[in-house]
């Protein structure tokens, strides 16, 4: 079972889009662990983004997700962290495969819709970052032995 960092980015918030990407994890069979509505503060979206701090796009990244509130999420599953990836496709929209969030929604690499963690370690990393281990909830679905075979 894997967790993985979720984030609906301000592109997506202002396109009343949020419903749409937790409609799309959920059919998917992922299952919500935790879930916070946030305004992120520049010291929130530097740590964030702290692999991306140098490149030539990293002062638009931090204006764009502080520029609306995000909504910020945990999901797990079996295989979660590519799982989730694949659901929001590639980080250019035009690269993404179609189905995808960011091909159904997204043109430009800067309104790419969503984050999601890239790896078990920046998983671990982004969830302790955005959540208190409290906000994090532990629980059981009826359905999960329909989904998950482990
Ligand atoms: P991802 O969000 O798919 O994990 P990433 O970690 O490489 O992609 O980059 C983080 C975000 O930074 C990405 O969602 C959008 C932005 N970004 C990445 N490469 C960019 C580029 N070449 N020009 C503009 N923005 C870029
Ligand atoms: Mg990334």
């Not at 609906?8 to 202002?14: E, L, T």
């Not at 983004?49 to 999420?73: C, E, N, Q, R, W």
């Not at 189905?99 to 078990?120: C, E, Q």
Request: charge should be neutral.
């Amino acid at each position: 079972m894997e967790r993985t960092l979720v984030l609906v980015k301000p592109d997506a918030v202002q396109r009343g889009l949020i419903g749409e990407v937790i409609a799309r994890l959920e059919r998917r069979g992922l299952r919500l662990v935790a879930a916070r509505f946030v305004q992120v503060d520049r010291k929130l979206a530097e740590r964030h983004y702290a692999v991306h701090k140098g490149k030539p796009f990293y002062d638009g990244l931090i204006a764009y997700i502080t520029s609306a509130p995000v909504m910020a999420m945990v999901w797990e599953g079996p295989n979660a962290i590519a799982a989730v990836r694949q659901t929001m496709g590639s980080t250019r929209p035009t690269e993404a495969a179609p189905g995808s969030i960011r091909h159904d929604f997204g043109l430009t690499v800067g309104r790419n819709l969503t984050h999601a963690s890239d790896s078990p370690q920046t998983a671990q990393e982004e969830v302790n970052l955005w959540f208190k281990p409290d906000e994090l909830i532990t629980w059981e679905r009826d359905l999960d032995r329909w989904i998950f075979d482990a």
